[in-house]
């Protein structure tokens, strides 16, 4: 069964609010870290022996990690500048960068600084260890917030997480904030940046106290907002192909929430079993005043259990989210690629995409295809095209290599290339898309594959 959803004319697109962002928010970061050197710079003197040396090199790891931790805690706050013109999935690849970042520069901290008071006492690692620890101001709680980042990228490192469910990596990865608060104070107490200046502390405050603002802001009050505003239940469960369900989502002028096709929110579903998770799940179709739309393959627990929601179900969402729009177009001509369920947010823009527009959905069978009926509706709608690539007998899987894609798309090098589905299918597909001669910036991706 196939959810039929009211088509209604396309508004043209708004314009592109321009460029990505992303190179000046980029700018500013590793500006902030630049005058983090230059502060250890401005207050430091002559170094002088192994002693100073290591003491200093620890000193700007320092500085540098605990500017970390507050960037750290910025691209958590889901910012909607980030989120929604820099992407989710760049936001997400910056934030585990920073981690490894902040970690390393957490562990030379440790080593240089002990290293050089040491040198300095003539004394051993273990026992200067124990006397900063014990003896020095803040420094009980900065070792547990140590602790707690350390366990943090523990369980974010790759090999551990894929043995981890989603709900325990997400719940230990909020101990970010206990180990950013932890080890705040022994910052502005011990740092000798800090002590004795007033604008220094001043601006590691303001800097700190930005951070833990859009976090407030972003991730609790406007939630809030959204959620007593628009007033979301689940309105009906429709079945779209094996293991494939849409949830059609009923609320109170949706069309003041902003959210718009290509675009996902995180949403809650408030009964037995689902509250503690917070999921991210696309729009599959074009958002209406009273309704939205989201379509859900059963991959785990929580998806599987979608099925099973029952109407007026009362939904917690946040979002919208997401950067997969018509904003990134920059050609007349686009080229819609699905992999799977993937094809749940292309099925919106395939219907709102302005220009001449051509969807290529790749399955294993034809049962398999959801939303098959509405595409194929649109598709005579506005004249668009829709492709299929099904495996064939025994199961053999279609040729998508770059001849491929050429030969069925025979100027793919004019389209914008929108890209969605399984980590393996895009990152295949991203490449031979590069190999047939479409520009990088023409293809349009988001991952969460970190």
């Known amino acids: 069964m196939t959810t039929v959803y009211e088509r209604r004319r396309v508004a ?16 500013v970061l590793w500006g902030g870290a630049a005058a983090v050197v230059a502060l250890w710079w401005h207050d430091t003197g002559s170094v002088v022996g192994t002693a100073g040396w290591l003491t200093g090199a620890g000193r700007i790891a320092g500085l540098l990690c605990g500017y970390a931790c507050a960037v750290l805690v910025a691209l958590m706050a889901r910012v909607p500048l980030l989120e929604q013109r820099v992407g989710s999935d760049r936001v997400a690849r910056w934030h585990a960068r920073a981690g490894r970042y902040t970690v390393c520069l957490l562990v030379a ?3 240089l600084v002990l290293s050089g008071y040491a040198a300095q006492d003539r004394s051993s690692l273990v026992h200067e260890a124990v006397t900063v620890v014990l003896d020095y101001p803040e420094m009980l709680k900065a070792t547990a917030g140590t602790i707690v980042l350390f366990a943090v990228g523990l369980i974010s490192a790759g090999a551990v997480r894929r043995r981890v469910s989603h709900e325990f990596w997400y719940y230990v990865h909020l101990l970010t904030y206990a180990a950013v608060f932890l080890s705040f104070g022994h910052q502005v107490a011990l740092g000798s940046d800090f002590v004795g200046s007033s604008p220094a502390q001043a601006a590691w405050y303001t800097l700190y106290l930005g951070a833990a603002a859009l976090v407030v802001w972003f991730r609790i009050l406007a939630p809030v907002r959204l959620n007593l505003r628009h007033r979301l239940r689940v309105d009906s469960v429709h079945r779209e192909a094996p293991g494939v369900y849409s949830v059609v989502v009923r609320g109170r002028r949706l069309d003041e929430m902003g959210a718009r096709p290509g675009q996902f929110l995180r949403w809650r579903f408030l009964t037995e079993g689902m509250r503690a998770t917070s999921t991210p799940y696309s729009l599959s179709a074009p958002p209406r005043p009273d309704l939205l739309r989201i379509t859900v393959k059963a991959l785990g627990d929580h998806s599987a259990a979608v099925a099973l929601l029952r109407p007026g179900t009362r939904v917690w969402a946040e979002g919208p989210y997401g950067a997969l729009t018509a904003d990134r177009r920059t050609a007349h ?15 919106a823009l395939f219907e709102t995409l302005p220009g001449d527009v051509t969807l290529l959905y790749r399955a294993r069978t034809a049962e398999d295809l959801a939303l098959g009926a509405e595409l194929e509706a649109i598709a005579r709608w506005r004249g668009a095209k829709v492709l299929y690539a099904l495996n064939g007998p025994h199961g053999r899987r279609p040729d998508l290599t770059a001849a491929a894609l050429r030969a069925a798309v025979p100027d793919l090098d004019a389209h914008d290339v929108y890209l969605c589905g399984p980590h393996g299918f895009a990152r295949d597909v991203y490449e031979a898309l590069r190999a047939a001669g479409v520009a990088d910036r023409r293809i349009h991706h988001e991952s969460f594959e970190l």
């Not at 708004?14 to 700018?27: D, E, I, K």
């Not at 001509?333 to 099925?347: C, E, H, M, Q, W």
């Open 333 to 347: 001509k686009s080229l819609l690629i699905a992999g799977g369920v993937g094809v749940t947010p292309l099925r």
């Open 12 to 27: 043209p697109a708004p314009p592109a609010p321009g460029r990505s962002p992303a190179g000046p928010v980029l700018g």
């Open 109 to 111: 901290h440790i080593l």
